[in-house]
T-cell receptor, first 114, second 111 residues
Framework: DVKVTQSSRYLVKRTGEKVFLECVQD?????MFWYRQDPGLGLRLIYF???????EKGDIPEGYSVSREKKERFSLILESASTNQTSMYLC?????????????FGQGTRLTVV | GESVGLHLPTLSVQEGDNSIINCAYS??????FIWYKQESGKGPQFIID?????DKRQGQRVTVLLNKTVKHLSLQIAATQPGDSAVYFC??????????FGGGTRVLVKP
């Protein structure tokens, strides 16, 4: 079974802190994604990566950056956390670029910025 | 900015009845569609998918219908059970890798 693991279930950070959210997948997937989930807004794509060191902006990249130094790991970075970044963050991975396959999700990290 | 306090559309269904969850998608170039189920405290889980060259696909107790003319997708759950209570999301994929998700529908199963 594919496993996507996010390093934290819950995080509380202060405004202005630099925050790292880590995600690891164990199925050698090419693609990895970071979404944020807010009530009534569904899942919105922040960034995705289709290969090591490759990244593309999603729909809401402002205030975020990402890092993919190894194939299995995709990190989301909040350079200076703000209260409007309080949300549920979901990492996902999928097999190869362009393939019609589903994305597999981690359990989510609920981030609160105070 | 964020809209705080938006409520999910909710479908209340009696245990044993059939459920129909609807989704309107936006991109006429989308060629692959997925339904996900998200239970409380968990990440979304794949239920069923359909490609744009099909208009119907069946799984175990679930059926997805695709109407490309009106850009509409539906998920039918037969004999709804308490374990089906969750939030359901549709997702569409156009060229490339990006999945775009709908806002979600909450299904509440009444005993």
């Amino acid at each position: 079974d594919v496993k996507v693991t996010q390093s934290s279930r819950y995080l509380v950070k202060r405004t202005g802190e630099k925050v790292f959210l880590e995600c690891v997948q164990d199925m050698d997937h090419e693609n990895m994604f970071w979404y944020r989930q807010d009530p009534g807004l569904g899942l919105r794509l922040i960034y995705f990566s289709y290969d090591v060191k490759m990244k593309e902006k999603g729909d809401i990249p402002e205030g975020y950056s990402v890092s993919r130094e190894k194939k299995e790991r995709f990190s989301l970075i909040l350079e200076s956390a703000s209260t409007n970044q309080t949300s549920m963050y979901l990492c996902a991975s999928s097999l190869v670029q362009g393939a019609d396959t589903e994305a597999f999700f981690g359990q989510g990290t609920r981030l609160t910025v105070v | 900015g964020e809209s705080v306090g938006l409520h999910l559309p909710t479908l209340s269904v009696q245990e044993g009845d059939n459920s129909i969850i609807n989704c309107a998608y936006s991109n006429s170039a989308s060629d692959y569609f997925i339904w996900y189920k998200q239970e409380s405290g968990k990440g979304p889980q794949f239920i069923i998918d359909i490609r744009s060259n099909m208009d119907k696909r069946q799984g175990q107790r679930v059926t997805v219908l695709l109407n490309k003319t009106v850009k509409h997708l539906s998920l039918q759950i037969a004999a709804t059970q308490p374990g089906d209570s969750a939030v359901y999301f549709c997702a569409e994929k156009a060229a490339g890798n990006k999945l775009t998700f709908g806002g979600g529908t909450r299904v509440l199963v009444k005993p």
